[in-house]
């Protein structure tokens, strides 16, 4: 049994910002601290002075003049997207179909799922990401590939083999079937799901993507595994809103579509959420769903911004994503940079009513946005996002 006894400036959220009467009532600071970890993991935490007496058996490594922070959350990135990231001026859908899909074809081979794997990991804890959600492709080796990865690099990994099935919509190399979406999903969720710190994602990539007969597979998976995530993207782009509409006549907005096959509730993570009506907001937070906030994509593939004011208003948390590739970067740093952005620019583009002070992403609840509150958009606050 190894404990150490990590000293340095600690850093660390204990409440939400947005809900402080003082956003400092959020943080707790302690400028020589100690993070007593045991076999891997914190077991306590507090000032140097306190805790280093009631552990002297620990091994102190000592970090003067660093800041210790949490690791970063990623709630929604594409890590076989990685060797394309930042490719060249196209708005969502014709970017799939350019550089995604081609890129995402070659995850039949093993070899290959493998290699950008390692280096995906490798390239997530250089930047202090330490828990993501990832799609993967059509492919199961992608998936094992992703869940091998982690669990030898030893990430927190939330991952779903992608379900895709509607003509046109990608190669007819690229589709699976409803069956096959099913299948699949059950074999490597049986396989990997809370094995280590993998935990199984049920993904169907986006209702643009996915027929009636896959999603309602979808929707028999989660019923079958309420303990399981669903990850998938939702109002990202005004063109692929308005093909969803017409794909799914019988649903009044986009969220319907998902409603309709079971799949909006706790542990429902859904990417952008750009374009949802106040309407789609309280729906959202009624059912406890969550939403995956990608600025650095939003600003890169054009497709708008996120109104975290109005999920704020209406109780729907959100967590923090880079998604990589339509994200040109796996930094949560980046990413935080382009989501105070985001909120400045909303002030003077947008004429709807705005709560201006919501949208100033401080310091503080940058912080936040990615770790505790990430943390809390996966339902995994009990294990991660802070020091407690
Ligand atoms: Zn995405």
Redesign the pocket.
């Known amino acids: 049994m190894s404990k150490v006894a990590v000293r340095g400036t600690l850093l660390d959220c204990i409440s939400n910002p947005w809900d402080c009467a003082q956003e400092k009532q959020a943080l707790r600071f302690i400028p020589d601290g100690v993070l007593v970890v045991e076999d891997g993991k914190i077991v306590e935490s507090g000032a140097g002075s306190e805790i280093l007496v009631k552990h002297p058996e620990a091994q102190v490594e000592d970090f003067p003049g660093y800041l210790i922070v949490p690791g970063f959350v990623d709630v929604?990135?594409?890590y076989a997207q990685t060797k394309i990231s930042g490719s060249f001026g196209r708005q969502l859908l014709e970017w799939l179909q350019t550089y995604t899909f081609p890129e995402e074809l070659k995850f039949t081979s093993k070899d290959y799922a493998d290699e950008v794997a390692a280096v995906f990991f490798q390239e997530m804890f250089k930047n202090g990401t330490t828990t993501v959600q990832s799609?993967a492709t059509t492919h199961p080796n992608s998936v094992i590939a992703f869940f091998e990865e982690a669990r030898r690099q030893g990430a927190l990994a939330l991952c779903g083999l992608t379900g895709i099935d509607r003509e046109g919509t990608a190669p007819d190399a690229y589709r699976d079937t409803p069956q096959g979406f099913y299948d699949g999903s059950k074999e490597l969720l049986e396989r990997f799901h809370q094995v280590d710190r993998c935990l199984y994602s049920i993904a169907p990539r986006f209702a643009f993507g996915s027929t009636h007969e896959q999603l309602k597979m979808a929707g028999r998976l989660a019923e079958e595994h309420p303990d399981c995530w669903i990850q998938t993207?939702l109002s990202?782009n005004p063109a692929e809103v308005a093909s969803v509409l017409e794909f799914f006549p019988d649903c009044h907005d986009y969220l319907g579509v998902y409603e309709k096959y079971g799949l909006v509730r706790k542990r429902f993570v859904a990417?952008?959420s750009i374009y949802l009506s106040e309407d789609e907001f309280r729906r959202m937070g009624e059912a406890d769903a969550s939403v995956a906030f990608?600025p650095a994509?939003n600003l890169f593939l054009g497709s708008g911004f996120f109104q975290w004011d109005r999920a704020n208003h209406f109780g729907v948390r959100w967590g923090l994503?880079c998604?990589s590739g339509?994200g040109n970067t796996l930094s949560a740093l980046r990413t935080l940079d382009d989501a105070y952005k985001v909120g400045m620019l909303q002030v003077v583009t947008s004429d709807r009513e705005k709560d201006e002070e919501s949208l100033r992403l401080s310091a503080c609840k940058a912080l936040y946005a990615a770790t505790l509150g990430s943390a809390r958009c996966l339902d995994l606050e009990q294990e991660i996002g802070n020091f407690e």
């Open positions: 929604h990135l594409h799609f993207h990202e990417g952008h990608c994509s994503g998604d339509g």
